[in-house]
């Protein structure tokens, strides 16, 4: 059974920066890939940005060039590095074993709150 446990998320104004960490059981990002997921009040969960067992990224296009995704594989942990944030990034944030395929291992999730 893989667990993930997400950290990093917190309050922060407009225009700030967090960054996010999924940390896995075991080594399964290398294998799978992760995908960093959010979900704001009322909405639909929707893919944030994408890394695929070969490194290769993808984002979606509210967070192109503001967010950047990567992988310590030797720790088991994707990150989110998130700059220039604004009140739409507000929700909470989930990672997800498995990109572009997801799986069903996903975090607890992270709550982000960007406000002044």
């Known amino acids: 059974q893989v667990q993930l446990v997400e950290s990093g998320g917190g309050l922060v104004q407009p225009g700030g920066s967090l960054r996010l960490s999924c940390a896995a059981s075991?080594?399964?990002?290398?294998?799978?890939?992760a995908g960093w997921y959010r979900q704001a009040p009322g909405k639909q969960r929707v893919l944030v940005a994408g890394?695929?067992?070969?490194?290769?990224?993808n984002y979606a296009d509210s967070v192109k060039g503001r967010f950047t995704i990567s992988r310590d594989s030797a720790k088991n942990t994707v990150y989110l590095q998130m700059n220039s944030l604004n009140s739409e990034d507000t929700a909470v944030y989930y990672c997800?074993?498995?990109?572009?395929?997801?799986?069903?291992?996903w975090g607890q999730g992270t709550q982000v709150t960007v406000s002044s």
């Open positions: 997800n074993a498995g990109f572009p395929a997801p799986t069903p291992y």
């Open positions: 890394i695929r067992s070969s490194s290769n990224t």
């Open positions: 075991g080594s399964i990002f290398s294998a799978v890939g």
